[in-house]
């Protein structure tokens, strides 16, 4: 007697973000099914891959590794490591999308004075390119919401691994006119074997709630991977096994739902690619 396998089946979807213009746009979300449950649902758009590398950083290891984003990470701006000013800034980011030819995701330095007073600027120089740009914290959110939301730009929208903070902090952001299809979420995560679960099941639950139907949570998954998996002991240990370290959290998050990944090593992120390819395949 054949075993009939419990399909769920839900009334929402994620939300379908596109970063970039005409034939170089990507899109990401759309889902209405946990990840690669075909049977249950639909994954119109498939995860995406993109690598992360220093504004002051050639992007050619980026380009040869195939993705279809570039992140660029603006660390000179901060005052303890050059504390570049905006203008120096936008020009290098002027020559890297020229050289790669990709959407960007453009990520400050983490000092909230000194992003307040850069993305702006940068935002407002590739005003229409309909870049992705971060981050947006619960504690500073309004200037770079604003920017984005003038210069037709998409945002991230991190949280501290906490389901009510990442809603709240939707809301607040589309409470000033931005667009929930505009809104990527990153619930910040960990490497493979450093509470790395906990962040599975943050996610999950977003995810689920989507689901059922709760807009403030219908946004897609952002995950900078190689931030965190570089800093681990296990990758300083060992070149080969911070590769492997990446790929194995990097699929991890797959699973619980992430939409883009932002990768640092290429050999990496291609494993990561193909994987994304073979589990894609009906």
Known sequence: MPVEFVKEKYNGAINTIEIGNGAKCVKIGGETTLPFLFEEGAMPNQPVIALEVLDTESPDQAIACGGRLLCVRLASIHPDNGNRPADEVIASLGLIFKKCGL???????????????????????????????????????????????????????????????????????????????????????????????????????GRLAAFLGDKMLSMPFVLFVGQEVWKTKEAKDSIAQGVNWEIATAVSMLQAGGDL??????????????????VMKK
């Open 103 to 205: 959407p960007l995701i453009i990520v400050g330095c983490g000092d909230a004075e000194k992003d307040n007073e850069v993305l702006p600027k940068v935002s407002q120089a590739f005003k229409g390119e309909n870049f992705l740009f971060g981050i947006a914290t619960q504690n500073n959110y309004k200037t770079l919401a604003a920017t984005c939301l003038a210069d037709g730009h998409s945002i991230v929208a991190e949280s501290p691994i906490d389901i009510n903070i990442a809603k709240q902090l939707n809301i607040l952001i589309t409470d000033m006119g931005f667009d929930p299809a505009r809104i990527v979420m990153h619930p910040t995560t960990t490497s493979l074997g450093y509470g790395m679960e906990y962040v599975y099941s943050i996610m999950e639950r």
């Open 261 to 278: 990944i932002i990768m640092r090593d290429p050999a990496a992120a291609k494993s990561v690619m193909k994987y994304i390819e073979m």
